[in-house]
C-alpha cells in the first residue's frame, strides 16, 4: 500500500514532527510505502482507476485508489426553511437555530464561548455531548436557565495497536513539547493549549 501526502510527513500539521514522525515509522514497519506528492488526476483503464497523475507529471500505479478531501455539511435540503445556515445549521451557544430548532453534531455550527469564533466539530464523541447539551437546554424551557456549550474536543484513533488520544485542539498549537515519558515508550505528549497520551491499545 503506497500512502500519498503533501507533507513532510503524515499528520504533521496536526501531531508535530515528532509524534508524526513516530507514526511515520509505524506505518512503513507494517509494509506502507510513504509517498510525498498531490494527486492531480486519478488515472483509469477500462473504466477503474488504475492509480494517479502526481503535480509533478509523474504517476503512480494502483489497484483502487482512495481519496480522503475532506467534507462539507451537508444543509442543501434546509435551503428556504427559515433555518439559519453558515457553515452549517448556525446555532446559538446554547445550541439553539431558532424557535424551537436545535442542532448537535457535525453540522451544528455555534460560537465557542472561549474563543469567540464559530466552530463546527466532526468528531463521534461531540455528536453525542452536544445533542445531550442541546436537549438539557430544550428541557430548560423558555424561561428557564440555559447553558453555553464549551466541551473539550477529545478524539482518538488506533494504528497498529497504538492508541493517540488527542484534547483539546492540537492543530493549531505553536510548538509541541514531550513533558514526561519518551515517544519511544508511547508515553505522554503535551503541547500548548492540548494534551496528547499515546500508549499502547493492548491491556
Not at 488506533?158 to 492540537?170: I, S, T, W
Amino acid at each position: 500500500m503506497t500512502w500519498l501526502v503533501a507533507a513532510a510527513a503524515p499528520l504533521a500539521a496536526v501531531l508535530g514532527a515528532e509524534t508524526a514522525a513516530l507514526l511515520t515509522g509505524l506505518h512503513r514497519a507494517h509494509g506502507v510505502r510513504i509517498h510525498r506528492g498531490t494527486a492531480r488526476a486519478v488515472l483509469q483503464r477500462r473504466g477503474r482507476a488504475a492509480g494517479v497523475r502526481l503535480a509533478d507529471g509523474s504517476e503512480l500505479a494502483a489497484d483502487a485508489v482512495l481519496m480522503a478531501i475532506g467534507s462539507e455539511p451537508a444543509t442543501e435540503w434546509l435551503a428556504g426553511s427559515g433555518v439559519p445556515l453558515a457553515d452549517g445549521v448556525a446555532c446559538d451557544a446554547h445550541c439553539a437555530a431558532g424557535p424551537g430548532v436545535w442542532a448537535a453534531g457535525d453540522a451544528a455550527c455555534w460560537p465557542d464561548p472561549r474563543t469567540g469564533r464559530r466552530r463546527r466539530l466532526e468528531q463521534r464523541t461531540n455528536a453525542t455531548e452536544q445533542a445531550q447539551h442541546a436537549a438539557r437546554n430544550l428541557l430548560a424551557g423558555p424561561d428557564g436557565t440555559r447553558q453555553a456549550y464549551a466541551p473539550v474536543p477529545y478524539l482518538w484513533t488506533d494504528q497498529y495497536g497504538l492508541r493517540v488520544q488527542a484534547f483539546g485542539r492540537p492543530g493549531g498549537a505553536d510548538r509541541f513539547e514531550l513533558v514526561d515519558g519518551s515517544l519511544a515508550d508511547h508515553r505522554k505528549w503535551v503541547g500548548p493549549a492540548c494534551c496528547w497520551l499515546l500508549r499502547s491499545a493492548q491491556p
